[in-house]
């Protein structure tokens, strides 16, 4: 992503937070998974989002009309024994060449310099509870800076959360990073398509699981957004299996819900198909319903729209399905109002899709649902579920689990599904896999 697309970002921050206050953001660690290795590094999103500097033990401050800069960035310095093991980094000088900043400082002089520039602000802005260390660390300075009232310093006088702030800027997606979030679909999409055109019975779940990866890594994308689930048969009704190494039997379905991420912003797909390539009578009938469900979602997704129609629509559509098939009985608008329908399909339409996969913003504003605006991304990802243990139903039923995902940007004019390359029709899902 170009340096002006984050520069714009902060911008668009400084002036939301006005002269006269302090924003304060730090960066991901790195985490110890066993001895001396760690975990690959991800950035902290918030902090990518500002700054697209990827590095651990950093801190942005950010001080709208301040003289010397507005934006300092507090890094590691450049390490010449650092740079031979690990490889190159931003150092100082590539933190305001490189990077933006207008000014930097190393992070061991994080002490020294920061409760200076806290000292008479009005409002200090922080995502508190992320990090306990540094939350103490700022209380202490805080608290240190009010001790000095008599010399005429002052400590900010309100403590405001920076995720709202943030957050509603995250959740309006602008240009670039639809660019990219089409790119990490389009990979997934190659992906999911491998896999139903590498899938038959005796395989295992796992060795799916390595062909969803191989497209991703083989197209550039090295991360994943999240833990794959590839859940063959009766696996598919446990919502977030990720064992993922269970034989695939002739007659079941696999459930696959996989996505790439794209310089940080994610996919998130979920197909199920006939693992022999056929839909059997039973899997054709729950199949068509949940995409009848989806399609119906999909037509209220459009501006000024609330989010939850098309949760309303997806729940309208399958308990009416379900009550047509003998699975629930009773009134349709009954069944609904009393949620029978949650012992199929327990989970809600979807949710934000960006740089996490359960991306960031409200979905309600002051106990309304809110509205859908263009550059809104989502997902509508419709499911039933019905394990082998509910002994309420014919036993045909059972054990099969059944959800359809794909991600959704808002346009001006309605909608436009970003991961549209992947098939979902019966007929089309039959015909690609043989």
């Known amino acids: 992503m170009e340096a002006q697309e984050f520069q714009k970002r902060r911008a668009q921050l400084m002036e939301q937070i006005g002269k006269g206050n302090i924003a304060i953001i730090a960066s991901a660690n790195t985490r110890t998974r066993n001895r001396d290795v760690d975990y690959p590094f991800r950035q902290d999103s918030d902090f990518y989002y500002l700054t697209g500097f990827n590095e651990p033990n950093a801190l942005a401050a950010f001080i709208p009309g301040r003289e010397q800069g507005q934006y300092i960035l507090f890094c590691q310095e450049f390490d010449e024994k650092?740079?031979?093991?690990?490889?190159?980094?931003?150092?100082?000088?590539?933190?305001?060449?490189?990077?933006?900043?207008?000014?930097?400082?190393?992070?061991?002089?994080?002490?020294?310099?920061?409760?200076?520039?806290?000292?008479?602000?009005?409002?200090?802005?922080?995502?508190?509870?992320?990090?306990?260390?540094?939350?103490?660390?700022?209380?202490?300075?805080?608290?240190?800076?009010?001790?000095?009232t008599r010399s005429g310093i002052n400590a900010p006088g309100e403590l405001v959360s920076l995720e709202h702030t943030l957050h509603e800027m995250r959740l309006i997606k602008s240009p670039a990073e639809i660019k990219l979030m089409q790119k990490a679909a389009d990979v997934s999409a190659k992906a999911h398509i491998r896999a139903m055109r590498n899938c038959r019975a005796g395989r295992y779940e796992y060795q799916v699981e390595g062909d969803i990866i191989h497209e991703f890594i083989d197209n550039g994308l090295r991360a994943v957004a999240y833990p794959s689930i590839v859940a063959g048969g009766k696996n598919a009704c446990v919502l977030h299996y990720v064992e993922?190494?269970?034989?695939?039997?002739?007659?079941?379905?696999?459930?696959?819900?996989?996505?790439?991420?794209?310089e940080h912003y994610a996919a998130d797909i979920t197909r199920t198909f006939p693992v022999n390539g056929i839909f059997s009578v039973e899997q054709k009938l729950l199949y068509q319903l949940v995409?009848?469900?989806?399609?119906?979602?999909?037509?209220?997704?459009?501006?000024?729209?609330?989010?939850?129609?098309?949760?309303?629509?997806?729940?309208?559509?399958?308990?009416?399905?379900?009550?047509?098939?003998?699975?629930?009985?009773?009134?349709?608008?009954?069944?609904?109002?009393?949620?029978?329908?949650?012992?199929?399909?327990?989970?809600?339409?979807?949710?934000?899709?960006?740089?996490?996969?359960?991306?960031?913003?409200?979905?309600?504003?002051?106990?309304?649902?809110?509205?859908?605006?263009?550059?809104?991304?989502?997902?509508?990802?419709?499911g039933l579920y019905i394990p082998t243990n509910c002994l309420g139903v014919e036993a045909k039923w059972r054990g099969i689990g059944i959800r359809i995902e794909d991600d959704v940007l808002v346009t001006k004019q309605g909608y436009k599904v970003l991961t549209q390359a992947i098939p979902k029709t019966i007929a089309d899902i039959e015909a690609i896999m043989q």
């Not at 993922?244 to 991420?261: F, H, M, R, S, T």
């Not at 309304?368 to 550059?375: D, N, Q």
């Open 82 to 148: 650092k740079a031979l093991w690990e490889g190159a980094h931003a150092g100082l000088e590539g933190a305001t060449e490189t990077y933006g900043a207008d000014d930097s400082f190393p992070i061991t002089d994080l002490g020294d310099i920061l409760p200076g520039l806290l000292e008479n602000k009005h409002k200090f802005f922080y995502p508190m509870g992320r990090d306990p260390e540094l939350d103490h660390q700022l209380m202490d300075w805080i608290t240190h800076i009010r001790s000095q």
């Open 244 to 262: 993922n190494k269970a034989v695939l039997n002739d007659g079941d379905l696999l459930l696959i819900d996989a996505g790439a991420e794209c």
């Open 291 to 382: 995409l009848d469900a989806q399609l119906a979602a999909l037509a209220e997704i459009k501006p000024n729209t609330p989010w939850n129609n098309a949760h309303d629509a997806s729940v309208k559509i399958l308990t009416q399905g379900l009550v047509g098939l003998g699975l629930l009985v009773g009134e349709v608008d009954k069944l609904i109002e009393d949620e029978s329908y949650k012992v199929f399909y327990m989970h809600r339409i979807g949710h934000w899709l960006g740089m996490d996969v359960h991306d960031v913003g409200d979905y309600k504003i002051d106990d309304e649902w809110r509205v859908l605006e263009p550059g809104m991304v989502l997902t509508i990802e419709p």
